[in-house]
C-alpha cells in the first residue's frame, strides 16, 4: 500500500484556533461596515483605507494586506471593471453608480481573518444590481460546500453549479474570472490548499472537521479573462466588464459550514 494510501487532508484547526480565527474575522467584518458607511459620492479609495487601517489597528490587530509583497493598502478597493487587488489611491474617487468591491485581512494574536464584499455607491444599473446579488447568492450557496468529508474541489463544483443557477435565478449572463479563487487560511493570509471557483468534483485533499478556507467567488458581466495593470497588482476584465467579488473565511464542522468572517 505505502504513503499514497494516506488520505490527504486539509489541515484542521482546534476549537480555540477557530474561535482565535473569529475574532479576527469579526474584526474584518466590522472594518468592512466601517468602510461602507463611509463610502459615499467623492470619497476617495485612499479615505477608507485609512479608515479601515485604524479600525483594525483599534481592535488590537494589524492589517494583512499592509506591506503584503510590498502591497500599499490595508484593503483592496477595486471599482468596476477592477476585479481585484486595486490599490488605495486619492485619484479614484467613488462616483454615483460604482460598484465597489472591498477585500480586508486583519491578523489578530497571530490569526488571520479574511473577506470581501462589494457593494453599490447609491443606486445600481440593474445589470450590475443582478451581478451583486447573483455574487453572494453564489458565495452562500457554494459554501455549503464546506463539510468533512467533502474534497477541496467539491467546493469549486458547488461555486460552479450555483453560479449556473444564478444565471436563471437572477437572469444575467455571468463569467468565473478564470486563474483566481480562495484558499487555505489559518496564521498566514494565503496557505495551501488554492481553491478555483469552478471544477470537477471529488477531487483534491479532503475536508475534515476545522479545515478552514477563504472561499471567494469572482464574477463578471462578461469574459473570463482578467489583465494585471502596470501597477503589478490592479486585475481588470479584459473586455471592460463590471465584476463583483465576495469572500468569507469558513470553517468545515460537524454541525455544518461556519463562517468565522460575520457582518452582524
Known amino acids: 500500500m505505502g504513503f499514497r494510501s494516506k488520505k490527504r487532508q486539509i489541515p484542521a484547526k482546534t476549537p480555540g484556533e ?68 486595486g490599490i488605495p ?50 458565495l452562500m450557496e457554494g459554501l455549503k460546500a464546506m463539510v468533512p468529508g467533502n474534497r477541496l474541489t467539491d467546493v469549486s463544483h458547488a461555486l460552479e453549479m450555483a453560479t449556473r443557477r444564478a444565471e436563471q435565478k437572477f437572469d444575467v449572463l455571468l463569467g468565473i474570472v478564470d486563474g483566481y479563487g480562495g484558499h487555505g487560511i489559518g496564521r498566514e493570509m494565503h496557505e495551501d490548499p488554492y481553491l478555483a471557483n469552478e471544477g470537477k468534483a471529488g477531487r483534491g485533499p479532503m475536508i475534515q472537521e476545522g479545515s478552514v478556507l477563504a472561499i471567494e467567488p469572482m464574477l463578471t458581466l462578461g469574459t473570463v479573462d482578467s489583465a494585471v ?36
Not at 95 to 110: E, I, M, N, R, Y
Open 18 to 85: 477557530l474561535e482565535a480565527m473569529q475574532a479576527a474575522g469579526e474584526l474584518v467584518g466590522r472594518t468592512l461596515q466601517a468602510v461602507k458607511a463611509a463610502a459615499k459620492p467623492g470619497v476617495s479609495t485612499l479615505e477608507l483605507d485609512q479608515i479601515a487601517e485604524t479600525t483594525i489597528r483599534e481592535g488590537g490587530a494589524i492589517p494583512s494586506f499592509l506591506g503584503y509583497h510590498g502591497f500599499t493598502g490595508s484593503i483592496c478597493a477595486s471599482l468596476n471593471e477592477v476585479v481585484v487587488h
Open 89 to 138: 489611491n486619492s485619484e479614484t474617487i467613488l462616483q454615483p453608480g460604482d460598484l465597489l468591491s472591498v477585500d480586508c485581512g486583519a491578523t489578530l494574536d497571530g490569526w488571520v481573518g479574511d473577506s470581501a464584499w462589494s457593494f453599490g455607491i447609491g443606486e445600481l444599473d440593474e445589470d450590475v444590481e443582478k451581478l451583486n446579488q447573483a455574487t453572494e447568492w453564489v
Open 229 to 264: 495593470l502596470e501597477d503589478e497588482w490592479t486585475v481588470v476584465t479584459l473586455d471592460g466588464s463590471w465584476s463583483a467579488h465576495w469572500e468569507h473565511t469558513v470553517a468545515a464542522t460537524a454541525e455544518g459550514p461556519r463562517i468565522l468572517t460575520p457582518r452582524y
